[in-house]
Structures are given as C-alpha cells and as structure tokens.
C-alpha cells in the first residue's frame, strides 16, 4: 500500500497547483474545470479504493450538468445506481483538498480506516459529458483507478443516468438490464413498445388530441447523441425535431435550467403555436416540457407537472387493480403551491416536502411503496419497493381476475421498465410523459388544464456570506439570523396566496428567493421585498 501510495504522489501532472478549497457537494464536485486535475485523479484513486469496500464495481461521471461549458466536475455512482454515501462524501472533501505533501498518509489512512484489502480486484466505470475538458479530466480520473489496480471501462460520452444504469445493471447480474447503451436504449425502447401495444389493444388506434411529435432542445449536451439513438429505434412512434445538438456552446442559452429559470424558449429553436416541446439539461438528467399558446405565450410544464400526470396516472392504474399500495410524491419547497394542492386533494395522495438535493428526495421516495419524486427544475423518477413488484406481478398472472385488472398490471409492470430507478433520467422520464400523454389521449394544453400554477419568482441576492442564513426545515424557515423570519412573515402576511422563502446555494456563491402570490405583480413583488430583508 505504501509503494502504490508513494507512486500516486509521485505524479507530477497531477499534482495540487492551486489553494483553493472544494468541497463534495450535492451534485459532487463542480468548479472551473482548469482547477480539477488533482481532484479528478484522486478520485480515481478512491473510486478504486470505494469498489474494494463495496466488492462491486463503482461508477465516476465527468460533468457539470447544467453549468457553463468552462466548468466541470465529478461525482461517484455507488453499487446500485445510487449516489455516494455521505460518509464517503467527507472521505472524498479530504483527499482532494489535502497538500501533495499529505497524499500518501490520506490515502493509507483510508485502507486503513476502512480496512481495505488491495489485494481484491476493483473495477470502475466511466461516462463523460460533451465539455471540452472532460477527456482530459476523464484520463486523469482513469489514471488514478489504474494506478491503484482497477480494472477501468470507458463508455465515453453517455447521459449520466446511463452511467448510472451501467452500473446498476452490472452489479445486479444483468436483472436490472444489460450494461451496455444497447442494453439500456433496448430496455426503455422496449417497455415504451409493449406500453403502447398493451393501450391501443384496448382502446384501439385513436389516440384523441395526442399527436406523436416532439421538438427537442439538447442543450448540445450528451443528450443529443442519445437520443438520436433512442429515435432510431422508436421511429415508427416518435417523431422527433432536434435542435442544440453538437451545433453550438453547451447549455449556452438553452437548455432546461435556462427554459425554466427564464421562462422562455431556448435561442436557435424553431416552433408552431402547440408544438409539444422538451429542453434536457446538458447531462440529461433533466428535463421540462413546454409549448406555445395561440397568444404567442410560453408555457411551461416543469417538474411539478411531470410528478403530477404521472402520480394521476398510477394511481388510476391502481384504482383499476384495487390495490392498496403506499403511494407518495416527494417535493421541494420549489414545488409551486398549486401542485402540491392539486396533488394533495384532487389526486388524494399524500405529499412530503424535504430539502433540496436529489438525494434527499430520493431518500425519503424509498419510503414508499411506489415513491414519485420531482425537483420543480425538472430531475426526478420513481421508485417501486420490492414489495410493490412481487404484488404486482402476482396480479397479472392472476388467471382468475378480470382482465382489466391484468391490463393494469401489465401496464405497471412495463412502466417500471421504463424508468430509470437509479436516477431522474430525461430520457426515461420523456417516455413516460409520452406514454402517459398517449394513453389519455391528452394534448399538452390537456395536461396543462390540471391546475393552474401559481404565479412565482425566483431571484438570486449576493452577500458576502451566505452561510449567515440557516434554514431548519424543509420549507427553509430560518433559524438564524434570529427575527428575520418574523419580518418575511409579517412581509408574506400582505399577500393573497402569498408564501416566500431563501436559502443558501449550494452550488453558487448566492442566496436564492423563491416568492408566489395571487398574480404575477405580487410575486414579484413579494420577491422583492424578501431580496431587500436578506441584503
Ligand atoms: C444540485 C442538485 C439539485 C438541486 C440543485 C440546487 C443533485 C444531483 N443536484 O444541482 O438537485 O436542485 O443543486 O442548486 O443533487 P442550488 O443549491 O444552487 O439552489
Ligand atoms: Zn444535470
């Protein structure tokens, strides 16, 4: 252990040329990519050290999702698809940031500590974004694992939900898929497929106000590449129009992050009044619907509606079975008031607000037997127990039941294979909107119909340190400093349908507002006046 731990800081391409701190975020690491060479080839080294623990073969995706084509980052995949332990996250803080000087004693420190036997075999996974920067930093992370005997497999540019999937599907001996692109883009294809059959066997061809055709906005991210695939094989169902794919800067001006933080149309899109379009982010692990009114008006249908069709849509599917599952969807307090209202008492399903960040929504959806979880920014999936499925396919092979209710099962145990459960998947998540749309036979403007959204801002305030403010819950009711939340009360008391809450960025050194009232001046308004509390 000595003799590799020596070897790793003997690598002088790699070694730490700047001061400044980084830390294993939410999202994993992310900063100016310049920056990341040290980091990126520690993280070879401990995802090496992380699959002997784990005796299963671990994921390292090179990305920064939605940010600006300069920065870049990286995060681990987990055994089964799952984000890194938290306890890891500190290990992972500690290595990168420690001096080269110190390299050597953190890493035998963590075979220590974690009594790690280098002897075992170790095998590593790797993805990579559209970033110019990311095979250089992918070689470096790559450099690390081989360093530290793993056994590396590079898919390339892939989603990161792909990656995500790969490694899942290795580590559950292919029942989860095949870990290849083949294997995924066959299994979601697949289940799409068979969803539609098992449909129109019942109901016949007329799909009502449901029009098979989809303007897609990549972002010139990784999603752009992957679903030319995926439409390849679902040509015959799916029409795509694709725009942003390997023509311009990554995420520059389009995108979802930009669709749904400025509530317009992506640039270099061109579209009708009703055209059904979708944005990914540029790692497509996001994605928002959106569409043209006949006033020229941008409407937006972002991940509170997409967590509301598809709640809808299973419960009916288990009203059809009579089954009495767990059901609950998961929201930040980004979630527009009128989704949880919409969700809570017409579709009587209860809901669970929790802190930002994928992983604590997807903490909290493994409660339930069948748990929907969606950040209003678009990122989200389903999650099914495995007490879910056993019932369910014991219902459809039920020969003694009516066969509407093993139609439903069928239907369920389908959409299970076209979700990603390791991660919100904007591919996986735009089958399932387009197979739910399709079933109803729902135009856009259908959906949109739900509810009505309540008008909302969101601003971004800087102050010279954000970590000032500490929020206590999930709605974000702040803690310190001591009496501002009494003034944001007094302040929200003024308006109709008024609520209002900051909170600290965990990306961007900025506090963020989040402000809805009755109409779109009072939200503005409200926003405003918060900024003004906070500055
Ligand atoms: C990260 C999170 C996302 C969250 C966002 C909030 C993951 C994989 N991503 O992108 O869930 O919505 O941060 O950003 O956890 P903020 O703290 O800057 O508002
Ligand atoms: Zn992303």
Redesign the pocket.
Known sequence: AWALAAEAKGKTDYSRKHEKAIEYG??GFRSKAVDLDHVLYRIGILAALRSRVKGATIGVMITA?HNPVADNGVKIVDPSGE?LEILWETIATNLANVKDDELSATIIQIVDQEKIDLDKPASVYFGRDTRPSSPHLSNAAVEGSTLFNASVKDFGIVTTPMLHYFVAAYNSNNEYGIPTAEGYFSKLTSAFRAFREEVISERGPDCGDYTPIIVADMANGVGGPAMEQMAKHLKDLLTFEFFNVGEGELNHESGADYVKVRQTLPKRVRIKSKDRCVSFDGDADRIVYYYQDQSVKFRLLDGDRIASLVAGYIKNLLDIMGMELNIGVVQTAYANGASTKYIKEVLQIPVACVH????HLHHKAQEFDIGIYF?A?G?GTVLFSKKAKVLIKALREDKRLAGGKRSAARKMLTFIDMVNETTGDAIADLLIVETILHARAWSVETWENCYTDLPNRQLKVTVKDRNIIKVIDPQCHIGEPEGLQEDFDRLIGLFADGRAFV?P????DVV?VYAEANTQANADKLAVHIAKLVH
Not at 356 to 359: A, C, L, N, P, S
């Open positions: 939410t999202a999702s984000m930002t960040g994928v992983k950040e920014n990122h909170r960025s965990g990306t961007e963020r």
